[in-house]
């Protein structure tokens, strides 16, 4: 009978030490914190950045402030992150004469202007709004 009660307690043991790890391994205490303390907006944009990977907060700023919910935007990550449209509930554009283009994560050779940089077609845009290396631009009427 002794055996027994031994064998339980080992299986306890060992399914607590396993429930402890995958604990861990998930990393399920800060993540349900989050779930608790933090908005939406804060969490999306922990994960996919405000200027940086994805650029979501970027994004999610632009385009509250300058109401563009309903525009045609063509999205391009110069960091070769995916630019995630499923994200921002757009349809990929990959049209050059949207009324907006977002570029997302530039990376400027020597500190050179992004209009004398590697995307020519900018000639026909106008900054409206800048953070670091996100861009927000509106075509030239």
């Given at each position: 009978m002794k055996s027994l009660d031994r064998n339980k307690i080992?299986?306890?043991?060992?399914?607590?030490?396993?429930?402890?790890?995958?604990?861990?391994f998930f990393n399920t205490p800060y993540n349900f914190y989050s779930l608790l303390?933090?908005?939406?907006?804060?969490?999306?944009?922990?994960?996919?950045?405000?200027?940086?990977?994805?650029?979501?907060?970027?994004?999610?700023?632009?385009?509250?402030?300058?109401?563009?919910?309903?525009?045609?935007?063509?999205?391009i990550n110069d960091q070769n992150f995916v630019t995630p449209e499923r994200l921002?509930?757009?349809?990929?554009?990959?049209s050059k004469k949207t009324k907006f283009l977002m570029i997302l994560n530039y990376q400027s050779q020597n500190d050179e202007n992004i209009f004398n940089g590697k995307y020519d077609f900018l000639s026909n845009y106008k900054i409206k709004i800048k953070y670091n290396n996100c861009y927000l631009f509106e075509l030239n009427d």
């Open positions: 080992k299986i306890i043991f060992f399914f607590i030490i396993i429930s402890l790890i995958v604990l861990k303390n933090w908005n939406y907006e804060k969490r999306m944009e922990q994960n996919y950045g405000f200027c940086e990977n994805e650029s979501w907060g970027f994004y999610n700023f632009a385009s509250k402030k300058f109401d563009l919910e309903k525009e045609e935007i063509n999205l921002f509930n757009k349809t990929k554009t990959d």
